[in-house]
């Protein structure tokens, strides 16, 4: 405790940072961030798929205080939240879910290198290279897209309002002046008028809605969690419950339509809301009922359909690259106007913001502190990695061009979170990809790591300023929460890289388990740029893909900008193609949460802000994580299925195929 007072005890008193950035806050923090991080790592290996999961650590921090002698505070709770996203995050900032699975998969025949797998040291080593260059990136531009541009940020605005209600708080100004492009309210008067009208029967919902969080929340989470977990367990022992082949045998065994009555997925569905999983779903109809019978019996993929190298699934996962980098750059090019004209044509103008500062420079991030910290993370990073992968997997001037770009590009990220509430990693990582194409041109391993180190940098500068946000709405320190930052990151180095080696040695990685299916995308466009070569015919199916995913995100963005109420309703690209990449099994059971999401919030929900629902769904999503771990311990110890009845289709996990 000694070196964590001194630490905290330069921030001054009264309401400074110290005040906030308490050791009880930080160890909850650690704990759920731990518990994050296994589920993250669980999910992203089987679908590529993570969550921030900012709400649900807010969520389960302030349940957990309410049992402390003294509950924490709210800004002391947002640190709570800010120490968990960073610790449950890393399984995606270091590339767990894809970069090394990826790596793994190269063919030294066809790739010109062996397989390089990672040892548990060299995972650390990794893992720390690309730990913190994304965090310094956030703290310089926090007053810019927050303050004076008040972009939305729409998670960390959800996230201060849920900590509002469950503190009897007064709703947080979240006013926002949005950027050049949307509709503005012309009416300031009007506005008030409205607020003064409104806020009698506001307030009252609020303590209603704290009321009911207060006597029902932990037990809801409870047996939602409760159940989630055996049902997870139950699945263990008896694969086929996860397999279900209710579209028959046959497709299930030649077509891989399955469906896996995951609670975890419904969870994800219900926090996902009905128009994304909508889209995942025409995605998934579109890939696994049209083009994949279309490419087995035209030729163009004659081995199996699961078969990524000649079967279906890697023939339209081509197709899905091709969405996802035409959805993710249409989607980008608002955010690179945008910035070059705030920051090139009204540079003039910084003088005058200084004065818009909400907070006291005791509780800020210092330049100075940014720029050494930035320095050092770049040069230790490019180090490491140097180390890790040696003088032929990236030369070490290639390294640090990728960190520098990662940390420009990282920016856009950010920009893009504030005004969509999504942070476009995978795309960022293959324009990284195209880059190193043409600067190394043929290492398919510097290829894939430069994407790696441009993911890390959005990820990590998207996550701290989303919850930057919930800060400045919940007058939190920005100084405490980039403390949290840093020590949910460092804490998670070590939790990340231990769990994937704990997978990777109990389970095949790609594997029928663990699929890791972005994995393949990450080295399927390290090749194409290498070699040039696609799979027949996918070319064409690609660039009219492209095309029209291209044209609706335009839409989709203009619509977003206007705030018409259908954008919502245009499929959004990036979901319809993980509809590719993922068997049936996994989209069917989302769409049933998203579903119900729709009906509860349209038929039965009186109050917007009401959130038991997404209780419900944070108990799923987090027991059949938690129990993951314990199939593991399970796995490792050799103990396997009690019966493999109904898994004659060869979808089971865990039973013989």
């Known amino acids: 405790m000694t070196w964590f007072k001194k630490l905290v005890k330069p921030l001054g008193e009264g309401h400074s940072a110290s005040n906030e950035f308490t050791f009880t806050a930080v160890i909850l923090g650690l704990l759920i961030g731990s518990l994050l991080c296994f589920t993250n790592l669980y999910f992203g290996l089987q679908t590529g798929f993570i969550s921030m999961m900012s709400l649900q650590s807010a969520l389960i921090g302030f349940l957990i205080s309410r049992m402390l002698p003294k509950p924490l505070s709210p800004q002391e709770i947002i640190v709570v939240q800010t120490t968990a996203v960073a610790t449950g995050t890393m399984p995606l900032a270091a ?28 995972g650390v080593g990794w893992s720390l290279a690309v730990a913190f260059f994304g965090v310094f990136m956030s703290p310089p531009i926090r007053k810019q897209v927050i303050i004076e541009e008040q972009l939305a940020f729409p998670s960390g605005t959800a996230t201060a309002h849920l900590i509002s209600v469950l503190h009897k708080l007064p709703p947080p100004e979240a006013t926002l002046r949005h950027r050049h492009g949307y509709q503005r309210i012309d009416e300031e008067e009007s506005v008030q008028n409205e607020h003064d ?16 969080v207060q006597e029902t929340g932990w037990h809801t989470l409870l047996w939602s969690f409760a159940t989630s977990g055996l049902m997870t367990l ?41 128009p994304v999983t909508l889209s995942m779903n025409l995605g998934m109809f579109v890939g696994w009922a049209i ?18 190298t000649d079967g279906a699934r890697g023939w339209i996962l081509w197709v899905s690259l091709a969405i996802m980098c035409a959805d993710s750059l249409v989607s980008l090019l608002p955010v690179v106007f945008g910035y070059i004209k705030d920051v090139v044509v009204s540079g003039g103008k910084d003088g005058l ?27 230790v990073g490019t180090f490491l990695v140097w180390l890790v992968f040696g003088h032929e997997g990236i030369k070490p001037w290639a390294t640090f061009i990728g960190f520098v770009m990662g940390g420009m590009l990282s920016i856009l990220a950010v920009r893009a979170l504030g005004e969509t ?77 231990t769990a994937y080696t704990l997978y990777n040695r109990a389970y095949e990685i790609p594997g029928p388990s663990f699929p890791a299916p972005t994995a393949y995308v990450w080295l399927s466009l390290a090749r194409l ?15 009219a893909f492209a095309v029209i995913f291209g044209f609706s995100a335009a839409v989709k963005n203009y619509a977003a900008r206007k705030q018409l109420w259908w954008a919502k309703w245009i499929p959004s690209g990036v979901a319809f193609a993980i509809g590719f990449l993922n068997t049936p099994s996994f989209s069917i059971a989302r769409l049933l949460g998203g579903i119900l999401d729709h009906v509860y919030r349209t038929r039965f929900s009186k109050n917007p802000s009401d959130i038991r629902l997404i209780v419900v769904a944070s108990g799923f999503v987090l027991g059949e994580g938690v129990t993951s771990v314990i199939s593991l311990v399970l796995r490792t110890f050799g103990v396997g299925a009690i019966s493999c009845w109904g898994c004659g289709h060869g979808m089971c996990g865990g039973c013989p195929a």
């Open 95 to 122: 590339g767990f879910v894809g970069i090394l699975p990826a790596l793994g998969l190269l063919d030294e025949e066809r790739d010109g290198t062996p397989p390089v797998h990672l040892s548990w040291i060299a």
């Open 197 to 212: 009208s409104v806020h009698s029967e506001e307030e009252a919902l609020v303590l209603a809605e704290q009321e009911v």
């Open 234 to 274: 139950a699945a263990y022992f008896f694969p086929v419950i996860f397999a279900i082949p209710i579209f028959g045998n046959y497709l299930a065994s030649s077509w891989l339509w399955s469906f896996t009555p995951s609670l975890s997925y419904v969870g994800q569905g219900i926090i996902m809301g009905f």
């Open 291 to 308: 083009l994949s019978p279309l490419s087995k019996y035209s030729g163009w993929a004659p081995g199996p359909v699961g078969s990524m």
């Open 353 to 379: 913001r200084d004065d818009k500062e909400t907070e006291t420079e005791d509780r800020l991030v210092p330049t100075k502190w940014v720029i050494i910290g930035w320095s050092v993370s770049v040069i």
């Open 421 to 497: 509430d999504i942070n476009p990693v995978s795309g960022l990582g293959k324009i990284s990809q195209l880059f190193f194409a043409w600067i190394q041109p043929g290492n398919i391993v510097a290829n894939i790591i430069a994407g790696g180190v441009a993911e890390a940098g959005a990820q990590q500068a998207g996550d701290l300023m989303q919850d930057l946000k919930t800060g400045h709405l919940c007058h939190a320190s920005p100084r405490a929460q980039f403390y949290g930052q840093l020590i949910g990151s460092t804490f998670s180095i070590v939790v990340t890289t």
């Open 529 to 543: 740029l290498r070699d040039g070569k696609l799979p027949d015919q996918s070319g064409i199916f690609m660039l």
